[in-house]
């Protein structure tokens, strides 16, 4: 069986050279039981090592402690717990995303646009442009109508007759 990256890892930190070819567990197994001894004399050394660096030590034995069969499953607890959590985020992600999108809205017309469609009405309910109903000459009659427009919009005084003065008398109630 192949030695796995974390216990390559592991025996170059003890000093073991694992990766050669020919190299079996059975061969590391024994170097181990020959360090052992060494190693309980070199504990008090460790223990200054450890104090010195304690990031290193945590991780060290973190690393020792997930090899084993309760660390694997906190592994797999952590895992399952970041996938019901990501899934989540998603979700909430995905709801404010929904919540936050603005309806349109339906833009109101301005008092100068009211002003020239009761003004064209009234053009259209007369005989000066042509017959009741239609207007022969558009363009004509839609630059009476936005000038009167703007005359209500300015104060002007009403004409005298005709069909400008029943324009902007209509005009003038909408103002």
């Known amino acids: 069986m192949a030695f796995s990256n974390l216990e390559k ?19 590391a197994k024994q170097a181990v039981r020959a360090i052992g001894p060494l190693a ?61 999108i603005p309806k349109a809205k339906k833009r109101s017309k301005s008092k100068f646009n009211s002003m020239v469609s009761a003004g064209m009405k009234s053009v259209r309910a007369s005989t000066s442009y042509g017959k009741k109903g239609t207007i022969n000459n558009a363009k004509k009659a839609f630059s009476v109508v936005t000038k ?13 007759s005709g069909i400008k003065r029943r324009i902007m008398s209509i005009m003038r109630k909408i103002r």
């Open 9 to 27: 890892a592991m025996a170059l930190i003890i000093g073991l050279d694992i990766a050669a070819p020919g190299f079996s567990r059975t061969a």
């Open 40 to 100: 309980s004399r070199g504990v008090a050394v460790g223990t200054g090592l450890a104090a010195a660096n304690p990031a290193l030590t945590g991780a060290a034995i973190g690393l020792g402690a997930l090899q084993t069969q309760p660390g694997q499953q906190l592994l797999d607890v952590a895992a399952e717990r970041g996938r019901l959590d990501r899934i989540a985020f998603n979700n909430a992600l995905a709801q404010l995303t929904q919540v936050t």
């Open 148 to 160: 009167a427009a703007s005359a209500v919009t300015k104060g002007h005084k009403l004409p005298k």
